[in-house]
């Protein structure tokens, strides 16, 4: 007898920073957004905020799913006790990064790893610090000139090297771009997911 299969993963999820974090890694996966409307109020604290939402994310795909794991995730932007969202518009991103600029906050993502059919569900939250750089108005133009804020909790997409604004104080790296790959490729080892090729 030969090793099982291992369960084909989906991912539930539009964002595009978390499919790169997947294919960077080795895994081969399926994409299947939840379409969910994701609240923006309601919650008192990050920790609950991101469980939630991730779990909202994971129920809605996990019933398409006769058998494989799916993995949903929400991350969110926390400073002086209170959320940084997604910006509405360019004005609303202005606003994020001038409120970010020169200081630490908090970016915590939620995860949750659903397997099917048996619906056994891993849930848990992670921490990182990021350090913003101080911008001035004209950083902070040539930035939103890239776009690359647009649909971003807190109005940026770290890179993942050498990013001039933004660097991580404590945490991961994978964590702030959206999915904490190190605790997620154990969990999903032990739930008999895929290994990266």
Known sequence: MGEPTPLRLILASASWGRRELLTQAGYTFEVMPSGLDEP?????????FTA????????AVAPR?????????DSIGWIDGGPVLKPADEADARCILRLLSGREHE????VVLWR??????VCWQERSRVAFAALTDADIDAYLA???WRGCAGAYAIQEKDDPYVRVAE???SNVVGLPMETMA?????LGGPAPR
């Open 116 to 121: 099917r059919p048996d619906d056994l569900q």
């Open 171 to 173: 945490g991961s790296v």
């Open 65 to 73: 799913v006769d058998s494989g794991l799916v993995l949903a995730a």
């Open 107 to 110: 970016l915590w993502t939620g």
């Open 186 to 190: 154990k969990v999903l080892r032990g």
């Open 40 to 48: 923006e109020t309601g919650f008192a604290d990050p920790r609950s």
């Open 52 to 59: 939630a939402v991730a779990w909202m994310k994971a129920a």
């Open 146 to 148: 890239t776009r690359v």
